[in-house]
């Protein structure tokens, strides 16, 4: 197929309409294009900050600014931000781009719905510190369990990777894999995932699910995400376990 039937990938408009193209440089050209379309597979819970169907501010305390600049702001205890969807039992990947205020041991996590209640992956905790560090905990995952130190910092944007792999939940920040967070059993059926900014104040610019993308690939980056990076804050020595868990 030479330069003059077979147009560059993303070049419609010079091909005018694929009419124009022999059958099997049209092939080609579909083939060429399909990592394209199917990258950009995406359910979207929050876009450029708007909320979209059954995303909701929920709970009784704290408060909610809403929408500006492109962001969904939300802040205080006993405050989320809520996607109602039944994921039940499958396998996902679901993404959201955020920035929080301050890093102090806020308890800003992360969870899951569940029947018998809601799973946590914190993203801030421990208040022995400086350093704050990353926990997870829940009525599946048990008591509180302190990892590695965090690496969010205030008025930063990040991107939360989280996936969930025959039954088990992996979470990723900016592609890196966070140490202590992964292969994590939660097989149970999903029917919520929402932000919880506890102490803190949440800026969010996206939330979605990568529908067309395989949870069994290696991370791959969504409209805002770089590469996969080296495991994020690796700290080695047994994790504490305590039933207060980060709520104080």
Known sequence: VGPESFPPPGSFARAQHLGMLPWHAMKLFLLALAPVLVNSAYTYGIQNGALQTNVASTGTGGSCAGTSSGEYECEGMNKYITWTK??????????????????????????????????????????????????????????????????????????????????????????????????????????KVQWRPWRNKIKVKSLYELVADSPTSSPTRGPTQSATGPLVSCECSTPNVGMAGQNR
Do not use: C, H
Request: charged share 20%; no cysteine.
């Open 86 to 191: 039944n994921f039940g039992t499958s396998d996902f990947i679901v993404e959201s781009t955020f920035s929080v205020s301050k890093i102090e041991a806020t308890g800003l996590g992360f969870e899951f719905v569940t029947a018998p209640g809601v799973d946590r992956l914190g993203l801030d905790g421990d208040a022995g510190g400086p350093p704050y560090k990353f926990f997870y905990e829940g009525d599946n995952w048990g008591g509180n369990r302190v990892l590695g130190i965090t690496s969010l910092r205030p008025n930063v944007d990040y991107t939360l990777r989280v996936v969930r792999t025959s039954g088990k939940i992996s979470a990723y920040i900016d592609g890196a894999p966070i140490y202590g967070m992964q292969d994590l059993l939660l097989d149970i059926a999903i029917t």
